[in-house]
């Protein structure tokens, strides 16, 4: 019973964060246009930007709204807060990266060197605001209990963030990275728990999926940028999911994901992208030609 009723609350808030996008989308990229106006996109295309606040309004007041209509038992109180910590927490973080960063510095060794001569980037700032705001969420989940493995689960929605962030440079790609990442997941959570591993991924996590599914569209179609107000949110949301996995498996993706971002110091994945063929055709699928 408790396995069907997360379930479909999760499914609930697949289909509201979805209809949340789809309702304001047009709204705020006018709104956008109008105080911004139109942001160059890689092919100097005008676009709205950063059109990634529909994403974070559905994946944030998607599991408001549930939890205002079918209520919250005890038992969810902390993973819902935890998973609403982290959104909005990112989301502002990346709100902040897109209004106020500049494109001097780039990667985690081109905030360092900034910092070394006194500056602080917004792009540090994201760093340090994203970490505590990763370990926030981790001690609402565990109650206030920390320990080398509630830290190394911190870092681990953290460096989420930052991949789905990374990858963000091509329309279309931080959504698809997301979708697949989700999709992985999904199925593993099913194939060891069923119902209850699926809905408990779902549950808050699919306000996350809906809102990006519905976006998905405008994204390929060069008509609005996620910007990292919304990449960050899909990322931080995506890093929370991965949470339900047992230690050896959260460790492993842990480990990936340090390669990935190390690896990202020295060689964009653009280039990585560019250079493979079946990358190549999937980074393209369904982009404007």
Known sequence: MAAARSLWQGVFGVLLAGAI?????????????????????????????????????????????IGAIVGVEGNQLGRIGAYLLLT??????????????????????????????????????????????SLGSVELLRSGSIGVMALLDAVLIALSANFINLVDRRPGRAIKCFLLGFAILGAWLWTKEKALGLGLLLNPTGSALG????????????????????????????????????????????????????????????????????????????RVN
């Open 21 to 65: 996008v789809a309702a304001s989308s047009r709204g705020v990229t006018e709104m956008l246009l109008r105080a911004l106006g139109p942001t160059p996109n890689y092919r100097r295309r005008p676009v709205a930007f950063p059109a990634g606040l529909v994403v974070a309004a559905g994946a944030v007041l998607a599991p408001i709204l």
């Open 88 to 133: 909005t927490g990112f989301a502002l973080a990346g709100f902040v990266d897109d209004m106020l960063g500049g494109h001097s510095q780039s990667g985690f060794g081109g905030h360092l060197g900034a910092l070394r001569q006194g500056v602080f980037t917004t792009g540090m700032f994201k760093v340090v605001f994203g970490a505590a705001i």
């Open 211 to 286: 809102a990006a599914i519905v976006f998905f569209p405008s994204d390929l179609g060069e008509r609005a940028m996620l910007g990292d107000t919304g990449s960050n949110v899909l990322g931080a949301a995506l890093g929370y999911g991965m949470l339900r996995l047992a230690p050896v498996w959260r460790t492993t993706a842990l480990a990936v994901l340090v390669w990935l971002t190390l690896a990202s110091e020295k060689r964009s994945f653009g280039e990585i992208i560019e250079g493979n063929r079946m990358l190549r055709f999937l980074d393209r699928l369904g």
